[in-house]
Structure formats: structure tokens, C-alpha cells
């Protein structure tokens, strides 16, 4: 199966910025969906940024809160995806989590509601910690 390792997260004062990585490992990832979740101390997780490849191009979706200030992309050719997080703030603190579908999906939302299913692939989670 496909196995899902992140890195690039630590701590980083308010203002600053991060770059996580999502990299498979094991057997190669088809999909077309890809995404990443948080989760914060005493609250459930998040979801802060997907991705799909579909036939009009690349569509993404990211929660309100990091609109602006996070960019999600992809590398297709080497199955992994990234995160940019600039202009970080105490509340983007959290375990960040890659997470990763197989199969084509057609719309961003799609890939949203397949993302939200149990049979997910998932990393091990990189925390992200921003002090003011």
C-alpha cells in the first residue's frame, strides 16, 4: 500500500514561515486527490487545504481561515504534496496530517467528501508550532 511520511514542520514565530512535504513511499499513488488536515489541542480536526488534478486543471480548496496565506501544491511525477504556510499565526499551531485518495476524482469536491471516508491513506503527522 501506499504509505504517506510529512516533514518540514517545527516551531516558527508569528510571521513566519513553513514549508510541509507529504512523500510516498512504497507503492506509487495514482490519485488524483490529495490533502491536508490539522488538529489542535481539545479540538477535532481541520480540514486546511486539498488538491485534485482534474481534467479543467488544478482545483484547491482551503479552509477560510488560511486563505491568502497557505498554498497547496503537488508534484504528480514524484507523488508528493506541499504546503506553504506563510504569515503563520498562534492558531496554525497543530499536528498537520497528509492525507491521500486513490482513484480519479472529477471535482474538487468530490475529493473533498472521498477524503472524509475511512479507508484514507494517511501520514504519521508533523507538528507545526508558531509562538507569538
Known amino acids: 500500500q501506499v504509505r504517506l511520511v510529512e516533514s518540514g514542520g517545527g516551531s516558527v514565530q508569528a510571521g513566519g514561515s513553513l514549508r510541509l512535504s507529504c512523500a510516498a513511499s512504497g507503492a506509487t499513488f495514482s490519485g488524483n486527490c490529495m490533502g491536508w488536515f490539522r488538529q489542535a489541542p481539545g479540538k477535532g480536526r481541520e480540514e486546511v487545504a486539498v488538491i485534485a488534478i482534474i481534467s479543467s486543471g488544478t482545483s484547491t480548496n482551503y479552509a477560510d481561515s488560511v486563505k491568502g496565506r497557505f498554498t497547496i501544491s503537488r508534484d504528480s511525477a514524484n507523488n508528493a504534496v506541499y504546503l506553504q504556510m506563510n504569515s503563520l499565526k498562534p492558531d496554525d499551531t497543530g499536528m498537520y496530517y497528509c492525507?491521500?485518495?486513490?482513484?480519479?476524482?472529477?471535482?474538487?469536491?468530490?475529493?473533498?467528501?472521498?477524503?472524509?471516508?475511512?479507508?484514507?491513506?494517511w501520514g504519521q503527522g508533523t507538528q507545526v508550532t508558531v509562538s507569538s
Open positions: 492525507a491521500a485518495r486513490p482513484g480519479y476524482h472529477l471535482t474538487v469536491a468530490s475529493c473533498r467528501r472521498a477524503l472524509g471516508y475511512n479507508d484514507n491513506y
